[in-house]
Structures are given as structure tokens and as C-alpha cells.
């Protein structure tokens, strides 16, 4: 094999590699009406509302703030990004307790932040929150 043919094999092995990576970024860019945060949780409080809008053994998702609340018990309250960690993209509904991503079918638990189903392997990133004044609060202290 010539030298010539085996480098144009790989000019072009590297241009379909571009392209489908390029249409990958397009359709998770696209997909998410919320759009990618470069840093996936609150770096300042983020008022959330109610607390009693999280149903107790439930979880609630505010997706324009990017995280998902869930109640174990009465009084007691986790919250996760709601980020996807495989392409970013935000989740788009919780089912029970699962969270989907719409990008490309990742599902979360939103009680523990794992990842149940691919192509995201890292969990969540579990956000501080707390309840002032009967109104849920995520993000680091003020």
C-alpha cells in the first residue's frame, strides 16, 4: 500500500469521524429547551417554592432551575442536579422515582442521583437543600 493512499484513508477516516460527532453535539444542543449550564448545579440559593409541592416518598422536577427534589419523609428532602452527566442535556420528566433523560434515553434514580440506564454512567451531583420559611431552598448557603 502506498504511503499517499494510506494517508488519504486517514483524511477521511477523520472527516466521518468529525461529522457524526458534529451531528451528535447538534442533536443533544437541540433537544433541551432549558439548554446546557456549564456548571450543572446552583452556585448560589435557588428558591424552589413549597416544600410541600414535593410529595412525601416522591420527587418533583424543576427543570428550569436544573434540579430534581425528592421527599423520603416528612420533613426531609435530596436534591440532584438534574443535568444529565453524559451529554448535559436536562431532564424531562420524572416517572415514579426515575428520572429520563430525552437526549438519549439516560434514567437516573432520582433518590440516590445513580444512573440506571446508558449512555450516562456518573451519578447526579446531589445539591445541598433545605426548607426556610415553609419553602424549599437548594444551592450553597447565602
Not at 493512499?5 to 451531528?23: D, E, H
Not at 416528612?74 to 416517572?95: I, N, P, R
Not at 434515553?105 to 450516562?120: E, H, I, K, Y
Amino acid at each position: 500500500m502506498s504511503g499517499r493512499s494510506a494517508a488519504r484513508r486517514t483524511v477521511l477516516k477523520g472527516a466521518a469521524l468529525a461529522g457524526a460527532a458534529g451531528l451528535g453535539v447538534a442533536a443533544c444542543s437541540t433537544e433541551s429547551k432549558v439548554g446546557h449550564a456549564q456548571v450543572p448545579t446552583p452556585t448560589a440559593p435557588v428558591d424552589l417554592g413549597a416544600a410541600g409541592e414535593v410529595p412525601v416518598g416522591g420527587a418533583r422536577l424543576y427543570r428550569e432551575q436544573r434540579l430534581v427534589v425528592h421527599c423520603p419523609a416528612e420533613g426531609h428532602y435530596k436534591a440532584f442536579s438534574a443535568q444529565c452527566t453524559h451529554a448535559g442535556c436536562v431532564l424531562d420528566k420524572v416517572e415514579g422515582t426515575e428520572g429520563n433523560c430525552p437526549c438519549h434515553g439516560s434514567r437516573f434514580d432520582v433518590t440516590t442521583g445513580t444512573a440506571l440506564r446508558g449512555p450516562a454512567t456518573v451519578p447526579l451531583p446531589e445539591v445541598p437543600v433545605r426548607v426556610r420559611d415553609g419553602k424549599l431552598v437548594a444551592g450553597p448557603e447565602a
